[in-house]
Protein backbone atom coordinates (compact mmCIF):
# COMPACT_ATOMS: atom_id res chain seq x y z
CA UNK A 1 0.00 0.00 0.00
CA UNK A 2 2.78 2.24 0.45
CA UNK A 3 3.93 2.73 -3.15
CA UNK A 4 0.37 3.60 -3.89
CA UNK A 5 -0.42 6.22 -1.91
CA UNK A 6 0.02 9.83 -2.99
CA UNK A 7 0.45 12.98 -0.24
CA UNK A 8 -3.06 13.93 0.45
CA UNK A 9 -4.79 10.67 -0.77
CA UNK A 10 -7.91 9.96 1.46
CA UNK A 11 -8.48 6.59 2.92
CA UNK A 12 -10.80 4.86 5.33
CA UNK A 13 -8.72 2.16 7.71
CA UNK A 14 -8.70 0.45 10.93
CA UNK A 15 -7.62 1.67 14.41
CA UNK A 16 -5.40 -1.22 15.20
CA UNK A 17 -4.32 0.44 18.62
CA UNK A 18 -4.28 3.57 20.71
CA UNK A 19 -2.24 4.91 22.95
CA UNK A 20 -0.87 8.62 25.02
CA UNK A 21 0.12 9.76 21.91
CA UNK A 22 -0.41 7.74 19.16
CA UNK A 23 -3.27 5.96 16.85
CA UNK A 24 -2.12 3.15 14.94
CA UNK A 25 -3.72 2.50 11.37
CA UNK A 26 -3.99 -0.53 9.73
CA UNK A 27 -2.75 -0.24 6.17
CA UNK A 28 -1.83 -3.75 5.28
CA UNK A 29 -0.19 -7.23 6.98
CA UNK A 30 3.12 -5.57 7.44
CA UNK A 31 2.84 -1.89 8.11
CA UNK A 32 0.90 0.32 9.93
CA UNK A 33 0.07 3.84 9.73
CA UNK A 34 0.31 6.68 12.56
CA UNK A 35 -1.93 9.48 13.49
CA UNK A 36 -1.63 12.23 16.49
CA UNK A 37 -3.82 11.07 18.99
CA UNK A 38 -4.40 14.46 19.92
CA UNK A 39 -6.47 15.15 16.48
CA UNK A 40 -9.80 13.35 17.98
CA UNK A 41 -9.36 13.84 21.59
CA UNK A 42 -12.04 16.12 22.83
CA UNK A 43 -11.03 19.25 25.27
CA UNK A 44 -10.61 16.57 28.34
CA UNK A 45 -8.43 14.61 26.12
CA UNK A 46 -10.48 11.56 25.59
CA UNK A 47 -11.14 10.10 22.42
CA UNK A 48 -14.59 8.74 21.09
CA UNK A 49 -12.72 6.15 19.17
CA UNK A 50 -11.45 2.78 19.90
CA UNK A 51 -9.89 -0.67 18.31
CA UNK A 52 -11.50 -2.25 15.64
CA UNK A 53 -13.31 1.57 14.57
CA UNK A 54 -13.07 2.62 11.28
CA UNK A 55 -11.83 5.80 10.28
CA UNK A 56 -11.02 8.24 6.98
CA UNK A 57 -7.49 9.62 7.42
CA UNK A 58 -5.32 11.84 4.83
CA UNK A 59 -1.80 10.43 3.95
CA UNK A 60 0.77 13.13 4.52
CA UNK A 61 3.85 11.86 4.21
CA UNK A 62 6.43 9.56 5.42
CA UNK A 63 8.66 10.36 8.39
CA UNK A 64 11.44 8.29 9.55
CA UNK A 65 10.08 5.08 7.87
CA UNK A 66 6.47 5.87 9.64
CA UNK A 67 3.65 6.42 7.13
CA UNK A 68 1.98 9.26 8.41
CA UNK A 69 -2.13 10.45 8.86
CA UNK A 70 -4.21 13.27 9.66
CA UNK A 71 -7.83 13.96 9.55
CA UNK A 72 -7.01 17.88 9.37
CA UNK A 73 -4.25 20.16 9.48
CA UNK A 74 -3.93 21.69 13.15
CA UNK A 75 -3.98 25.23 12.52
CA UNK A 76 -1.44 26.14 15.22
CA UNK A 77 1.06 23.88 13.68
CA UNK A 78 0.79 24.55 10.29
CA UNK A 79 3.60 26.25 8.07
CA UNK A 80 3.96 27.99 4.75
CA UNK A 81 4.54 24.20 3.34
CA UNK A 82 1.80 22.44 5.06
CA UNK A 83 -0.87 24.68 3.99
CA UNK A 84 0.32 24.71 0.68
CA UNK A 85 -0.11 21.09 1.01
CA UNK A 86 -3.38 21.35 2.20
CA UNK A 87 -4.48 23.31 -0.72
CA UNK A 88 -2.98 20.85 -3.27
CA UNK A 89 -4.13 17.92 -1.61
CA UNK A 90 -7.61 19.09 -0.49
CA UNK A 91 -6.31 18.08 3.02
CA UNK A 92 -8.98 20.15 5.45
CA UNK A 93 -7.11 22.85 7.98
CA UNK A 94 -8.02 24.20 11.28
CA UNK A 95 -8.09 27.63 11.43
CA UNK A 96 -9.10 30.78 14.15
CA UNK A 97 -12.24 33.23 12.85
CA UNK A 98 -9.91 36.51 14.22
CA UNK A 99 -12.74 38.93 13.26
CA UNK A 100 -15.86 39.74 10.84
CA UNK A 101 -14.32 42.02 7.85
CA UNK A 102 -15.80 43.46 4.74
CA UNK A 103 -17.62 40.61 3.11
CA UNK A 104 -16.60 37.90 5.61
CA UNK A 105 -14.53 36.93 7.92
CA UNK A 106 -10.51 36.93 8.53
CA UNK A 107 -9.36 33.55 9.64
CA UNK A 108 -5.64 32.68 10.93
CA UNK A 109 -4.44 29.60 9.89
CA UNK A 110 -0.90 29.03 11.60
CA UNK A 111 1.03 32.17 10.39
CA UNK A 112 -0.74 33.18 7.71
CA UNK A 113 -3.71 35.17 7.09
CA UNK A 114 -6.64 33.56 4.83
CA UNK A 115 -10.24 35.02 4.07
CA UNK A 116 -13.64 33.01 4.07
CA UNK A 117 -16.32 34.94 2.15
CA UNK A 118 -19.89 34.78 4.19
CA UNK A 119 -21.25 32.73 1.92
CA UNK A 120 -18.41 29.58 2.54
CA UNK A 121 -19.64 30.06 6.58
CA UNK A 122 -21.69 27.85 8.46
CA UNK A 123 -23.99 25.19 6.64
CA UNK A 124 -27.56 24.28 6.81
CA UNK A 125 -28.05 26.22 10.01
CA UNK A 126 -27.10 29.73 9.28
CA UNK A 127 -26.10 31.92 12.73
CA UNK A 128 -25.41 35.20 12.96
CA UNK A 129 -22.16 36.63 11.73
CA UNK A 130 -20.81 37.16 14.75
CA UNK A 131 -21.25 33.92 16.25
CA UNK A 132 -18.43 32.93 14.35
CA UNK A 133 -16.12 35.19 15.63
CA UNK A 134 -13.17 34.08 17.81
CA UNK A 135 -14.19 30.31 17.15
CA UNK A 136 -11.78 27.64 16.14
CA UNK A 137 -13.27 25.87 12.92
CA UNK A 138 -12.41 23.29 9.87
CA UNK A 139 -11.75 24.80 6.48
CA UNK A 140 -11.07 23.59 2.90
CA UNK A 141 -8.40 26.01 1.37
CA UNK A 142 -10.16 27.11 -2.20
CA UNK A 143 -7.65 29.51 -3.38
CA UNK A 144 -4.07 29.39 -2.59
CA UNK A 145 -1.98 32.44 -4.71
CA UNK A 146 0.74 35.08 -4.35
CA UNK A 147 3.06 32.54 -2.82
CA UNK A 148 0.43 32.23 0.01
CA UNK A 149 -0.23 35.76 0.52
CA UNK A 150 -3.73 34.89 -0.91
CA UNK A 151 -5.84 32.69 0.79
CA UNK A 152 -9.35 31.65 0.18
CA UNK A 153 -10.99 29.39 2.90
CA UNK A 154 -14.75 27.32 2.89
CA UNK A 155 -16.33 26.30 6.21
CA UNK A 156 -19.39 25.37 4.23
CA UNK A 157 -17.62 22.50 1.72
CA UNK A 158 -16.54 20.85 4.50
CA UNK A 159 -20.17 21.05 6.38
CA UNK A 160 -21.24 19.87 2.73
CA UNK A 161 -19.00 16.85 2.39
CA UNK A 162 -19.50 15.45 5.98
CA UNK A 163 -22.88 15.93 4.96
CA UNK A 164 -22.65 14.29 1.66
CA UNK A 165 -20.88 10.87 3.74
CA UNK A 166 -23.55 10.77 6.05
CA UNK A 167 -26.24 10.78 3.69
CA UNK A 168 -24.95 8.23 1.45
CA UNK A 169 -24.53 5.89 4.65
CA UNK A 170 -28.59 6.77 5.50
CA UNK A 171 -29.34 5.66 1.46
CA UNK A 172 -27.78 2.63 1.94
CA UNK A 173 -29.74 1.65 5.08
CA UNK A 174 -32.89 3.88 4.51
CA UNK A 175 -34.24 2.51 1.35
CA UNK A 176 -37.54 1.87 0.49
CA UNK A 177 -39.59 -1.00 2.48
CA UNK A 178 -37.12 -0.83 5.53
CA UNK A 179 -38.41 -0.33 8.86
CA UNK A 180 -36.85 1.88 10.93
CA UNK A 181 -36.64 3.61 14.31
CA UNK A 182 -37.71 7.47 14.30
CA UNK A 183 -38.72 10.55 16.54
CA UNK A 184 -41.78 12.44 15.68
CA UNK A 185 -40.27 16.06 15.41
CA UNK A 186 -43.07 18.43 14.46
CA UNK A 187 -46.61 18.34 14.00
CA UNK A 188 -47.92 19.96 10.93
CA UNK A 189 -51.58 20.26 8.90
CA UNK A 190 -50.17 17.09 6.35
CA UNK A 191 -48.97 14.92 9.20
CA UNK A 192 -45.75 14.95 10.59
CA UNK A 193 -41.66 15.34 10.40
CA UNK A 194 -40.04 12.32 11.94
CA UNK A 195 -36.02 12.15 12.70
CA UNK A 196 -34.37 9.09 11.12
CA UNK A 197 -30.58 9.30 12.59
CA UNK A 198 -30.75 13.14 11.78
CA UNK A 199 -32.52 12.94 8.97
CA UNK A 200 -36.22 14.24 8.33
CA UNK A 201 -38.79 12.19 7.16
CA UNK A 202 -42.51 13.24 6.01
CA UNK A 203 -45.09 11.08 7.54
CA UNK A 204 -48.28 12.72 5.54
CA UNK A 205 -51.65 12.39 7.87
CA UNK A 206 -52.99 9.66 5.58
CA UNK A 207 -50.29 7.13 6.38
CA UNK A 208 -50.72 7.63 10.47
CA UNK A 209 -53.72 4.93 10.30
CA UNK A 210 -56.30 3.55 8.64
CA UNK A 211 -58.81 5.21 10.62
CA UNK A 212 -59.57 8.94 9.22
CA UNK A 213 -57.24 11.35 11.18
CA UNK A 214 -58.24 14.85 10.64
CA UNK A 215 -55.19 15.77 13.20
CA UNK A 216 -51.78 13.96 13.55
CA UNK A 217 -51.70 15.43 17.04
CA UNK A 218 -54.67 12.96 17.47
CA UNK A 219 -52.16 9.83 16.63
CA UNK A 220 -48.47 11.36 17.64
CA UNK A 221 -47.08 13.77 20.06
CA UNK A 222 -43.49 15.47 19.19
CA UNK A 223 -40.73 13.40 21.11
CA UNK A 224 -42.69 10.18 20.64
CA UNK A 225 -40.47 7.27 19.40
CA UNK A 226 -42.05 5.09 16.93
CA UNK A 227 -41.31 2.50 13.90
CA UNK A 228 -42.26 3.60 10.39
CA UNK A 229 -41.75 1.71 7.56
CA UNK A 230 -40.14 3.62 4.46
CA UNK A 231 -42.53 4.37 1.46
CA UNK A 232 -40.56 6.42 -1.05
CA UNK A 233 -36.66 7.47 -0.65
CA UNK A 234 -35.98 9.58 -3.22
CA UNK A 235 -31.83 10.87 -2.05
CA UNK A 236 -31.13 12.69 -4.99
CA UNK A 237 -33.70 15.48 -3.65
CA UNK A 238 -33.75 14.85 0.02
CA UNK A 239 -37.19 13.39 0.58
CA UNK A 240 -37.65 10.40 2.32
CA UNK A 241 -41.82 9.79 3.14
CA UNK A 242 -42.84 7.07 5.30
CA UNK A 243 -45.72 5.20 7.11
CA UNK A 244 -46.88 4.51 10.69
CA UNK A 245 -50.12 2.91 8.96
CA UNK A 246 -47.89 0.19 6.71
CA UNK A 247 -46.74 -1.53 10.09
CA UNK A 248 -50.66 -1.88 11.19
CA UNK A 249 -53.40 -4.59 10.09
CA UNK A 250 -55.27 -3.36 7.48
CA UNK A 251 -58.79 -4.11 8.04
CA UNK A 252 -60.18 -5.58 5.29
CA UNK A 253 -57.84 -8.37 5.89
CA UNK A 254 -60.56 -9.43 8.40
CA UNK A 255 -63.48 -7.24 6.66
CA UNK A 256 -65.00 -10.80 5.30
CA UNK A 257 -64.87 -12.14 8.81
CA UNK A 258 -66.58 -8.87 10.84
CA UNK A 259 -69.00 -7.82 8.20
CA UNK A 260 -71.90 -9.71 5.85
CA UNK A 261 -74.45 -9.11 3.28
CA UNK A 262 -77.23 -8.12 4.73
CA UNK A 263 -76.25 -6.70 7.97
CA UNK A 264 -77.87 -3.55 9.32
CA UNK A 265 -75.13 -0.98 10.96
CA UNK A 266 -75.12 2.72 11.97
CA UNK A 267 -72.72 4.46 10.93
CA UNK A 268 -71.13 7.69 10.02
CA UNK A 269 -70.58 9.64 6.80
CA UNK A 270 -67.11 9.92 6.17
CA UNK A 271 -66.70 11.34 2.19
CA UNK A 272 -69.11 13.09 0.06
CA UNK A 273 -69.00 12.93 -3.25
CA UNK A 274 -70.67 13.76 -6.50
CA UNK A 275 -71.80 9.82 -6.93
CA UNK A 276 -72.75 9.05 -3.46
CA UNK A 277 -71.81 9.06 0.37
CA UNK A 278 -69.07 7.08 1.69
CA UNK A 279 -70.28 5.92 5.15
CA UNK A 280 -68.02 4.42 7.99
CA UNK A 281 -68.52 1.34 9.08
CA UNK A 282 -65.70 -0.05 11.00
CA UNK A 283 -62.00 0.98 11.72
CA UNK A 284 -60.68 1.81 8.34
CA UNK A 285 -63.52 0.69 6.46
CA UNK A 286 -65.93 2.43 4.22
CA UNK A 287 -68.69 1.71 2.15
CA UNK A 288 -70.66 3.25 -0.61
CA UNK A 289 -74.06 4.59 -0.34
CA UNK A 290 -74.61 5.16 -4.88
CA UNK A 291 -76.75 8.65 -5.44
CA UNK A 292 -79.06 6.10 -6.96
CA UNK A 293 -79.95 4.39 -3.17
CA UNK A 294 -80.55 7.53 -1.40
CA UNK A 295 -84.32 9.33 -1.26
CA UNK A 296 -85.47 12.49 -1.94
CA UNK A 297 -82.39 13.29 -4.45
CA UNK A 298 -81.46 13.31 -8.14
CA UNK A 299 -77.97 12.78 -10.43
CA UNK A 300 -78.15 16.67 -10.13
CA UNK A 301 -78.37 17.05 -6.46
CA UNK A 302 -75.70 18.71 -4.57
CA UNK A 303 -75.32 16.29 -1.71
CA UNK A 304 -72.74 18.30 0.09
CA UNK A 305 -76.37 20.62 0.55
CA UNK A 306 -77.92 17.96 1.96
CA UNK A 307 -75.67 15.63 3.86
CA UNK A 308 -72.62 16.87 6.33
CA UNK A 309 -69.19 14.67 7.07
CA UNK A 310 -69.69 13.16 10.52
CA UNK A 311 -73.53 12.65 10.42
CA UNK A 312 -74.82 9.46 11.55
CA UNK A 313 -76.38 6.80 9.24
CA UNK A 314 -77.69 3.73 8.80
CA UNK A 315 -77.25 1.27 6.38
CA UNK A 316 -77.58 -2.24 5.08
CA UNK A 317 -74.68 -4.14 3.42
CA UNK A 318 -75.66 -5.24 -0.01
CA UNK A 319 -72.23 -6.42 -1.34
CA UNK A 320 -68.81 -6.91 -0.27
CA UNK A 321 -66.06 -6.97 -2.47
CA UNK A 322 -63.00 -7.19 0.22
CA UNK A 323 -60.66 -8.31 -2.64
CA UNK A 324 -61.17 -4.48 -4.30
CA UNK A 325 -62.08 -3.20 -0.99
CA UNK A 326 -65.45 -2.47 -2.00
CA UNK A 327 -68.72 -2.20 0.03
CA UNK A 328 -72.08 -1.02 -1.66
CA UNK A 329 -74.74 0.10 0.99
CA UNK A 330 -78.33 1.16 0.80
CA UNK A 331 -79.63 3.43 3.65
CA UNK A 332 -82.04 1.23 6.14
CA UNK A 333 -83.82 2.72 9.66
CA UNK A 334 -81.69 3.28 12.09
CA UNK A 335 -80.96 0.49 14.81
CA UNK A 336 -82.92 2.88 17.80
CA UNK A 337 -85.82 3.24 15.31
CA UNK A 338 -86.08 -0.56 15.14
CA UNK A 339 -85.37 -1.55 18.43
CA UNK A 340 -88.92 1.35 19.12
CA UNK A 341 -90.96 -0.19 16.92
CA UNK A 342 -90.15 -3.98 17.92
CA UNK A 343 -91.39 -2.59 21.24
CA UNK A 344 -94.33 -0.75 20.08
CA UNK A 345 -95.54 -3.97 18.81
CA UNK A 346 -94.36 -6.20 21.64
CA UNK A 347 -96.77 -4.14 23.45
CA UNK A 348 -99.24 -4.11 21.71
CA UNK A 349 -99.05 -8.49 21.27
CA UNK A 350 -100.02 -8.17 25.34
CA UNK A 351 -103.10 -6.28 23.92
CA UNK A 352 -105.28 -7.86 22.09
CA UNK A 353 -108.04 -5.73 22.19
CA UNK A 354 -105.77 -2.88 21.07
CA UNK A 355 -103.35 -4.73 18.94
CA UNK A 356 -106.08 -6.42 17.01
CA UNK A 357 -108.77 -3.78 15.66
CA UNK A 358 -111.11 -6.51 13.96
CA UNK A 359 -111.25 -8.64 17.53
CA UNK A 360 -112.06 -5.80 19.37
CA UNK A 361 -114.67 -4.54 16.71
CA UNK A 362 -116.31 -8.27 17.38
CA UNK A 363 -116.47 -7.45 20.90
CA UNK A 364 -118.50 -4.69 20.29
Not at 237 to 258: C, H, I, M, T
Not at 298 to 322: E, P, R
Not at 330 to 340: H, L, Y
Amino acid sequence: MQNRLEIGQQIETEIVAITDSTIFLDLNEKSEGVLDRAELADENGQVSVKEGDKIKVYFTGEVNGEMRFTVKIAGQKADKAMIENAFNNHIPVEGNVVSEIKGGYEVKIGGARAFCPYSQMGFKKKEEPSYYVGKTLTFIITEYKNDGKNILVSNRQIGENEYAQSLGKLASQITEGAIVEATVDSIEKFGAFVNIQGFRALLPISELSYDRVTDAGEVVEVGQEIKVQVLKADWKNERVSVSLKALQQDPWDVAADKLSVGDKIDGEISKIMDFGLFVNLDKGIDGLVHISELEDVSANTNLKKVYKIGQKMSVVIQKIDAENKRISLMPASSKEQDDTAAKYLSSQADDGDTYNPFAAFLKK
